[in-house]
């Protein structure tokens, strides 16, 4: 009997190691699913993320654009703004600083 019992311990033994296997096999098989499901969520938030940053960049480089139209048309205004400004104080000293030359060239020094 005596070996019956022990025989008996054993394979319970076997039983539970068995038993014990199956569930580390489990909890690691979920663990992988786990991680898994993880990394497919982080890069669908990253996907995510950069689709959005790339949004904002176009929507600058668009703003940006259409500003710099609008910057160039400013500057044409007010660079033919100066130069009509420059044409007409030229043309309206244009006598007195010839006057003066002449003044200058034929007045004698000695």
Known sequence: MASNRGHGG??????AEQEAQHIVNAARSAKNARLKQA???AEREI???RAHVEA????????SSGDSGA??????YETA???NHL????????????QMLLKQ???VRN
Do not use: P
């Open 10 to 15: 054993i394979q319970q033994l076997l039983a």
């Open 39 to 41: 990394k497919d969520e």
């Open 47 to 49: 996907a995510e993320y």
């Open 56 to 63: 904002e960049f176009q929507k600058k480089v668009q703003a």
């Open 71 to 76: 910057n160039v048309k400013r500057l044409e």
């Open 81 to 83: 703004e100066k130069i």
């Open 87 to 98: 044409s007409t104080e030229g043309s309206r000293i244009s006598n007195d600083v010839v």
């Open 105 to 107: 060239v034929t007045t």
